[in-house]
């Protein structure tokens, strides 16, 4: 299996359990690996044999946007099932980190799979 990937994307939204948290939007930060259903587009040389990374990102940006979570995990479990809804992928790999919301503390984050793993 094929895999696109998005690295280190950034996107709004209302993130927290804290109230503090829930006032405005947080900038949380996103790998996503997205496995392609198949390996037509290395042949055709066609973005509509793929999925288009950049649609991804403005959907997901937009998505996220609209939503409010209480959890890193749920905000995860959103962004994964969205991806394979909308793109027909047939395994995505969402890591989703909050920079700088703890002190001393870089980034604090969840990583989840869900469909069928590449081997």
């Not at 947080?26 to 996503?32: K, P, V």
């Not at 496995?35 to 998505?63: K, L, M």
């Not at 969402?94 to 001393?104: F, Y």
Request: aromatic share 6%; hydrophobic share 45%.
């Amino acid at each position: 299996m094929d895999i696109i990937f998005l690295r280190e994307m950034r996107a709004e939204t209302i993130i927290g359990v804290y109230e503090w948290e829930r006032i405005n939007p947080q900038t949380i930060e996103l790998d996503l690996d997205i496995g392609i259903p198949s390996e037509t587009a290395c042949h055709s040389d066609n973005i509509g044999d793929t999925i288009h990374y950049a649609q991804v990102a403005e959907c997901v940006r937009t998505a996220l946007a609209e939503q409010h979570f209480l959890l890193i995990e749920a905000l995860a479990e959103f962004i994964a099932q969205l991806i394979r809804d909308t793109f027909g992928a047939p395994w995505v790999r969402v890591s989703v980190s909050k920079p700088g919301i703890l002190p001393g503390v870089r980034q604090v984050g969840v990583l989840i799979e869900r469909g069928h793993r590449p081997k």
